[in-house]
């Protein structure tokens, strides 16, 4: 039976009440992102009718963000768009693009920060049949926890030559001794005990709920004593005060048991970030959930997402205490917008992540199995085309009614 659209709902203990049609906003994005989520709706509805039949089914509600916000309204983040999630609690988005060296800070970073979603949650796993440079790509099983509100993303920056960068250098060299060039930028890098310790949370919870082995800490801590240096030190200070059951030090696994976790506890590790890099290329099955901090987490998900397969592949979430916004890891790819041309399997799998968050794992399964389905007929978008011996490069749309056939 069709049943009447509600809203999603956080109980007082932190969990979703999801209604048999939620109401979910969707941002199209810039650049490539009509295509995408043309194709990922499609998909996203097929597989829920195809899950559950008329039980369940979503009703989408657009809401307005960068290009397509700034012609209809002269704004390009409407306080309507922030307040709709904060209503509806669950969305998903295409990419928005953000300009380089000058011009509107980003609207990504920006909704992220306005509406808490403190985690960036991206997933990193291979698809059989999708073509990777490294040898071994179904070694790759982590996720990403990155900090998603402060780092350098902060915005807290000042232009060479400004009176405002001209005091801070001021006051630096002053002050404090910084001996600075005149002719500097200036950022500001903030990463507080807070931002950590929730991240970090979240991280761990993650990995007891889901049976994942370790929590690696990545940070650039020798160089950067009191901001990476600091978010290793409350990573593992969080681990002590909330996790102590629960988690051991690489120290104490070798030490007491012989370097094998005893069942259901999760080792916190970590490793500075240069050397980690090059870790999850050679062993990547040493590494399970990572916790990062805003940058090294956005430099990550994309070195990771290569070794399964590409941009096109790699999902993600915006996750706040309760409320989440889904998105792909990659942008909006200006040179093939409006083409049907790009993957819309990063979009897709994000949509398979919110299902997931929603409760509708039977839905989620479908997507994987359908995606999986369509890339073993060979009949792929350009990025698997291009390296997949034998394949027909197809649209974006297509690819996407590949997966339907097949979920
Ligand atoms: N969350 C968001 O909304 C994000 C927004 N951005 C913004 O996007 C804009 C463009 O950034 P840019 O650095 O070019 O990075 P993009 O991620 O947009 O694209 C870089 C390259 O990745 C490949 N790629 C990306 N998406 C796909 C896909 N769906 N299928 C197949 N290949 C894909 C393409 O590679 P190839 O050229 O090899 O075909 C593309 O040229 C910037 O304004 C940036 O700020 C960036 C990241 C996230
Ligand atoms: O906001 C942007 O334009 C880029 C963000 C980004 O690269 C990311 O979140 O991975
Ligand atoms: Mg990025």
């Not at 809203?7 to 992102?33: H, M, N, R, W, Y």
């Not at 002053?174 to 903030?190: C, F, H, N, V």
Request: charge should be negative; charged fraction near 25%.
């Amino acid at each position: 039976m069709a049943q009447t659209p509600g809203k999603i709902t956080i109980q007082a203990d932190g969990t979703l009440s999801v209604p048999d049609c939620p109401v979910i906003p969707f941002i199209e994005g810039d650049g490539i992102g009509p295509d995408i989520w043309r194709a990922t709706r499609k998909v996203l509805d097929a597989a829920v009718a195809a899950a559950y039949g008329d039980r369940r089914r979503i009703e989408w509600k657009e809401i307005l963000a960068g290009e397509k916000a700034a012609a209809a309204t002269g704004q390009w983040l409407p306080p309507e768009t922030l307040e709709a999630v904060r209503e509806y609690v669950v969305a998903i988005k295409g990419p928005l693009t953000t300009p380089v060296g000058g011009g509107i800070r980003s609207l990504n970073v920006t909704l992220r920060q306005e509406l808490d979603l403190y985690a960036c949650v991206r997933p990193v796993r291979y698809f059989n049949g999708v073509p990777s440079p490294v040898k071994h790509p179904e070694r790759v099983d982590m996720v990403i926890f990155r900090e998603n509100t402060e780092d350098v993303y902060a915005g807290i920056e000042w232009e060479e030559g400004t009176p405002e960068a001209r005091k801070v250098i001021d006051f630096l060299s002053r002050e404090m001794g910084a001996g600075l060039r005149p002719d500097s930028g200036i950022g500001i890098k903030p990463i507080s005990r807070t931002g950590t310790r929730r991240l970090v949370r979240k991280a761990i919870r993650y990995a007891l709920d889901n049976g994942r082995r370790s929590v690696t800490l990545v940070h650039k801590g020798n160089i950067m004593k009191y901001t990476e240096g600091a978010f290793r030190t409350w990573g593992y200070e969080l681990a002590r005060d909330e996790f102590p059951d629960e988690t051991l030090t690489e120290t104490e696994l070798w030490d007491a048991h012989g370097g094998r976790a005893p069942a259901g506890k999760v080792v916190v590790k970590d490793r500075i970030a240069d050397a980690m890099f090059q870790q999850v290329l050679l062993r990547p099955d040493e590494y399970d959930v990572l916790a990062l901090p805003n940058l090294n987490g956005d430099y990550m998900s994309d070195a990771l997402a290569a070794q399964v397969g590409g941009l096109g592949m790699a999902p993600g979430a915006n996750i706040g205490d309760g409320f989440a916004v889904f998105e792909a890891t990659h942008g909006t790819a200006p040179k093939y917008a409006g083409q049907d041309k790009v993957n819309p399997g990063s979009l897709i799998l994000s949509g398979a992540l919110m299902l997931e968050y929603l409760g509708w794992t039977e839905a989620r399964d479908r997507i994987h199995a359908g995606l999986e389905r369509a890339i073993a007929g060979k009949r792929v978008t350009y990025d698997l085309a291009r390296q997949i011996e034998g394949a027909v490069e197809v649209r974006c749309s297509e690819f996407a009614d590949a997966i339907v056939a097949a979920l």
